[in-house]
């Protein structure tokens, strides 16, 4: 049973740091590539980071890039979210997810979802 | 970046009715070396996380009822949901993963009526 536990959120003030973390278990971490999305209070999903299985591609949403890190650790089966520059607008819930098993080398959708970690950026 | 646009915001349906969520994308996100739309359906309840319902435009995720259904291809795209049951009231979200950002639609709000 595919089970993912973010853990690391918290209320920061803006311009501060938070590092989100990802205790994946269940199936073989290493293998998948693994995302993060969130959602703001009251509002829709936002995709905001990949990271390939390996570790050797990322790609991140506009609005986060210089800003957050995505990084992963297969020996730990753990994913991190390092953000750093925080905004009011990084307010939400983030959630971590796996890319479903498919034998298509390429993107993938989600289909394993923790149940989120809360980041409030206020003052 | 590609903009998913769905329609409509919101929709009331009876149950045992049927329900249909449009899905459009501002680019074809057919892939023609693999012959698949790189577009996937998310049910997200109040308080849960999304759940994968179909991707590749119209394949089941395992576990999900044969009520829901993807259908489309390039640009646009339709989850139905056959016979509504309670359960299925939730936020439905498309969401293409053809590039990055892997962007998804603002969500349809599915209630009973």
Redesign the interface.
Known sequence: QVQLVESGGGVVQPGGSLRLSCAASGFTFSSYGMEWVRQAPGKGLEWVAYIRYDGSNKYYEDSVKGRFTISRDNSKNTLYLQMNSLRAEDTAVYYCAKDIDDSWSGPKPMDGWGKGARVTVSS | ?IVMTQSPDSLAVSLGERATINCKSSQNIF?SS?N?N?L?W?Q?RSGQ????LI?WASTR?SGVPDRFSGSGSETDFTLTITSLQAEDVA?Y?C?Q???????????TKVEVK
């Open positions: 970046d892939y693999n698949k790189f996937a998310y997200q996380p999304p759940k994968l991707y995720q936020v979200y969401q993963y053809y590039s990055t950002p892997r962007t998804f639609g603002q969500g």
